[in-house]
């Protein structure tokens, strides 16, 4: 389940600091070397001028700011560094007029339960933080299609409150974030793992148990629109240079897009293909393979 750690420390240290430490002694691929680098991020987070000096010194090159940031408008990039990056979350409360709460709901994403495709070290920095329903569930046990049933195991709810520190395991721990009371801030270390990487992103129905929606967004949905693509302006040559994603790639979710553009760029062995396909390791590539099946006969 989520971890909430223990990393009390008085040390303070720069952002500078930080980076540098998880470049020389974090190990992106070792849990216990994240969770053993704790105490480093709750240091970081004792800096009380380290957002504020950040900040200004990011508005006053105002024409350039933030060009990293692929993130939403409630997220500050701090730094880059290897297969880690290190951000700051803003946490707004609920605002008076209905209109504005509908756009802080979509933002926020507040009580929108999902889970990420890699896991990340947390610490409340500003305010009581937001409040969270946290569930868990198997990774392996889940095909991908919106609708289908998934075991929710709760396990609390929760704040993060400034100084307390948490632990999100990719594609394990999932989350509904709620309005925090008083506006608040926290710090992420994003770790960047590349077999997760290529997991799918869900939304799920907590009341009914059920997986509602994959994410459209982020690096996992980013890597279709190629794939996807290839179909309509592809020839020969894209062909075979997808080949090797529709029987190989990691996804399940990438070799079903593949397959599809494979199929309707060499439709004369389109056949060939469903069947192979129809023999995959995972579930929703063998769903999709026998619905293929039957629209060509």
């Not at 409340?124 to 991908?144: F, K, M, Q, S």
């Not at 394990?172 to 008083?182: G, L, N, T």
């Not at 907590?206 to 629109?225: C, D, F, H, K, M």
């Not at 020969?236 to 760029?265: D, G, N, Y």
Request: net charge negative; glycine share 6%; with cysteine.
């Amino acid at each position: 389940m989520a971890v909430t750690l223990e990393a009390d420390t008085q040390q303070v240290i720069t952002l500078d600091e930080y980076v540098d430490f998880i470049s020389r002694e974090v190990d992106a691929d070792d849990e216990a070397s994240i969770l053993a680098s704790a105490p480093m991020l709750r240091a970081l987070a004792n800096n009380r001028s380290m957002i504020g000096d950040y900040l200004t010194g990011e508005l006053r090159s105002w024409q350039t700011f933030q060009p990293t940031n692929s993130y939403t408008a409630q997220t500050l990039m701090l730094a880059r560094t290897g297969r880690f990056a290190v951000r700051a979350n803003i946490w707004e409360p609920p605002d008076a007029s209905p209109e504005r709460r509908e756009y802080q709901k979509a933002l926020y994403y507040y009580e929108v339960p999902h889970d990420h495709n890699f896991s990340f070290l947390t610490v409340g920095y500003i305010g009581p933080g937001y409040e969270t329903l946290i569930y868990e569930r198997d990774p392996d046990a889940v095909v991908g299609v919106p609708g289908e049933k998934v075991d929710l195991r709760f396990v609390e709810r929760t704040t993060l409150p400034e100084g307390k520190m948490m632990y999100y395991r990719a594609s394990r721990d999932i989350h509904s974030q709620e309005h925090p009371k008083a506006l608040s801030l926290s710090i992420n270390l994003l770790i960047g793992q590349p077999a997760c990487q290529q997991a799918d992103q869900f939304f799920f129905d907590l009341e009914g148990g059920t997986l509602s929606g994959v994410a459209t967004g982020g690096s996992s949905a980013s890597r279709l629109i190629p794939c996807r693509l290839a179909r309509y302006v592809g020839d020969q040559r894209t062909a075979e240079a997808l080949e090797p994603i529709a029987a190989r790639h990691p996804s399940p979710r990438m070799r079903v897009t593949a397959l599809e553009s494979l199929a309707a760029l060499a439709s004369g062995s389109a056949r060939q293909l469903w069947r192979r396909a129809a023999m995959d390791s995972h579930p929703l590539v063998r769903m999709r393979a026998h619905d293929a099946l039957a629209e060509l006969e």
